[in-house]
């Protein structure tokens, strides 16, 4: 078969997608209706940039869920005869599909389904790594900006101790597979990771501290979940296997806990320190409420818009040091398609193939690109609330 020209690659691409296409269309039509009835991310939908922003993000969410669907060839399987192919190029004949849309690597892998793959990888830790460095920032943030004094000054101490290194260095050294023979990273995970059962604990005991039957039931449901999840990923001790982490995983997601929880601590703390003198804060305190239902329940919603906005932009910046460290061979597995590995192998042929490096490296900028014009969007919307 003679090689595809680009438009008959873009072509093809647009219908490898064509789950992706179906889901934004479904998600974009019932969000535009019931935009009025959604709070804030109804309100994302009256602006251009925060709609650009979201559709871009949402773009690689479902490219990451609907991999399996869009893929040409298996992104790990390497054909002799694909090496450094250009894009378009015909596949040998009992392939999976016709063309290597995108082109082959220096490992005679299929460039384009490695990029699809990539996103899946990308979007399993960044988000939920950031989730847990948000609930280890609010944790202790809420407590140190609210009460101040002695535990402030301490919490602080600590977090501008982290804040002192070099961020580069400081993840270069936690996922270097030398410090897991050391212990470091299960240490950090046994006690970043307990965060999220103390904050839902604490919420829900604040919440419902006047209804025993009702805190105890949700009480209850956060230990047996929170614990179990907990096992797994911090001790790999899961009984039933659902919750588990390889140990390079474990290193990167410890890694980006570590590094982004005191910069949230800081955010947080400077927040609650400017609400804990408004009057509503003054007026439940008048009613005696208890102070962590004034920190969870009456402070953390005001400062929401802020701290959505921050969650964003730090995925953008975690999306951005994961493809650093994969483009140091530090990433979660040499053979894995993320981004930065992705990079990392195109680049050493860059003059002479560029398409292995540029085509992970555009699909980096472009969901960073969204992440970025979705905070802004965000930012431009809580400031009119």
Known sequence: MEP?????????????????????????????HQKRKLGLYGKLFDSPIGMIGFA?????????????????????????????????????????????????????????????????????????????????????????????GRLDTGLSFLANLVLAFPVILLFYLLVTPEIRDTGIPIILAAVLFIFPVIFFITLFNSRYFTDPPKRNLFIGITLVLGLWAYSGLAFNMDPLGVWSMDPNLLNVFVAVVFVNAPTVFRIVRGIVLDLRSRDYVAAGQTRGEGAWYIMLWEILPNARGPLIVDFCLRIGYTTILLGTLGFFGLGVSPESPDWGSTINDGRRLLSIFPHPAVVPAFALMSLVLGLNLLADGLREESLRD
Do not use: H
């Not at 009992?94 to 995108?102: E, I």
């Open 4 to 32: 595809l020209g680009w438009g008959g690659i873009f072509a093809r691409m647009a219908i490898q997608f064509w789950p992706v296409w179906a889901a934004l269309i479904v998600t974009f039509a019932v969000s535009i």
């Open 56 to 148: 871009i993000v949402m773009f690689w969410v479902f490219t990451a869920l609907f991999a399996d669907l869009i893929i040409t060839q298996d992104p790990l399987v390497q054909i002799s005869s694909m090496k450094n192919k250009p894009p378009g190029e015909a596949a040998p004949e009992g392939s999976s599909y016709a063309y290597y849309l995108l082109g082959g690597d220096n490992l005679a892998r299929d460039v384009f389904s490695r990029m699809v793959m990539g996103a899946r990888r990308v979007l399993a830790i960044a988000p939920a790594a950031t989730a847990f460095a948000f609930m280890v920032g609010i944790t202790l943030g809420l407590p140190a900006g609210y009460f101040g």
